[in-house]
């Protein structure tokens, strides 16, 4: 018998690859934290001799989930300005709430605090836009979690940077001295916004992410409002032909929201391989619009599911915004067709890995990938009987039932226990900012 690490035994292994199949009484092999094999269970048993056993009888296994848009720190932000548009609950709530708290221990709690709700929802990866990215991408190694850590970029001085050069410099010193060396870790440049980024950083960002081949991540066309001021203002032009025309687009680019699209714009994401991260719950939250994900998809381009920041949102489930992104897809397009269930579990999978250049590495379960997968119960009331266990998976489950998380084959939860965290610390910690942010 082979000599192996871990073999988990599901009652359904959803790969995700190939699209919409699930494997019953199959095994999933991991050594050094890949697999190695997946096989039917019972000559799993007879051909491997395992160091760990999963056994998980009642359980869907499938990739962790890849949370493709969030503010991590901002969980300390949870409910602070709720029901507001955009702009005002940006201008008059969250900048001046930022301008008086944030610090870079403000961040590694606020990450702390992600992290923990992130991996008790089934995500491992998270693709993330803030302030302080080496507090970021220093408490992600931590824990364990995958992420990619967000070069932050913006025109105006906030805590972490004075101006656009000193955030490209310090952006640059964080992935040289600490994204790099840490094998979880990927870096992104994240110029925030067309409208508070001006035009001479972004082809500076251009030119460093074609140089060191990294994406471009951005919130784009969130609201109407953007794009009417972009076409009242001495440009005159909508931010994505702006863009455009700086050579920022390309699949490369990730572009966040993108709810105000014209036909021709669909057809130009999908012609120029564009990524957008779909954030459904936040973008309705803050009645900013809605994404019209199944043209995008139909036109070629790349769409993955994030959940924002829980400021905006208010939760960083992965689970629930999948669902949304699907009921909310069917009832825009009149079509109960569009984003079936296999489609919305992939944007929260493949398409992820997609988008941040790790399809190689995550986002299925296959042979030779690394070992990031969640486990799922299903023998609650609410996802009993199962039918269709992809189905179930997409418009069921919730993320009370992830009982399982592992990266790399290293287990962050098991059995709904934390491994990595100090959840009473992080709360704690918690408590005190909660006290500090309203009474400033």
Request: proline fraction near 5%; include cysteine.
């Amino acid at each position: 018998m082979q000599s192996i690490d871990l073999l988990v035994f599901p009652k359904w292994l959803v790969p995700i690859e190939p699209e919409g199949v699930a494997l019953v009484e199959h095994a999933m092999a991991i050594r050094d934290g890949r697999i190695v094999d997946i096989l039917p269970a019972a000559f799993a048993r007879q051909t491997y001799n395992a160091r760990d056993t999963l056994e998980l009888p009642e359980h869907a296994v499938m990739p962790g989930l890849i949370n493709g848009h969030t503010h991590s720190a901002m969980a300390l932000m949870r409910g602070l300005a709720d029901d507001l548009p955009l702009m005002d609950w940006l201008g008059n709530h969250i900048w001046p709430a930022e301008a008086a708290v944030v610090s870079r221990a403000f961040c590694v709690d606020g990450v702390r605090l992600a992290c923990a709700e992130m991996i008790r929802g089934g995500t491992t990866c998270f693709n993330d836009m803030y302030f302080f990215p080496d507090a970021t991408a220093e408490v992600a190694a931590a824990v364990g979690m995958r992420a990619t850590i967000g070069l932050l970029l913006i025109d105006f001085p906030t805590a972490w940077a004075a101006d656009a050069d000193e955030y490209i410099r310090k952006g640059l010193d964080v992935y040289e001295h600490q994204i790099r060396r840490q094998p979880l870790l990927r870096a992104a440049f994240a110029p925030h916004a067309p409208y508070t980024v001006s035009d001479a950083p972004l082809l500076k960002i251009r030119a460093l992410a074609t140089e060191m081949g990294l994406p471009i991540h951005m919130h784009v066309h969130e609201t109407a409002d953007e794009v009417d001021q972009a076409l009242a203002s001495p440009d005159g032009r909508r931010p994505l032909a702006r863009l455009a025309a700086l050579d920022l687009l390309g699949p490369d680019f990730i572009a966040v929201h993108m709810t105000q699209l014209s036909d021709e714009e669909i057809a130009e994401c999908g012609r120029l391989g564009l990524t957008i991260a779909h954030c459904p719950e936040s973008n309705l939250k803050l009645a900013s619009g809605i994404a019209p994900i199944a043209r995008l998809i139909a036109a070629g381009a790349n769409v993955m599911v994030g959940t924002d920041g829980a400021a905006s949102n208010n939760d960083l489930d992965m689970l629930a915004e999948l669902r949304t992104a699907a009921l909310l897809a069917k009832g825009s397009s009149g079509d109960p067709r569009a984003v079936p269930a296999a489609t919305a579990l992939k944007l929260a999978t493949l398409n992820g890995a997609k988008a941040l250049g790790l399809d190689a590495e995550i986002g299925s379960l296959t042979i030779g990938k690394s070992a990031d997968f969640i486990a799922i119960d299903l023998s609650h009331a609410s996802t009993t009987p199962v039918y269709d266990v992809v189905s179930t998976l997409a418009y069921a489950v919730g993320r009370d039932q992830v009982s399982d998380v592992f990266v790399a084959g290293r287990a962050l939860m098991r059995n709904r226990q934390l491994l990595t965290l100090d959840e009473p610390a992080i709360l704690a910690k918690a408590a005190e900012w909660r006290e500090r942010i309203a009474n400033r």
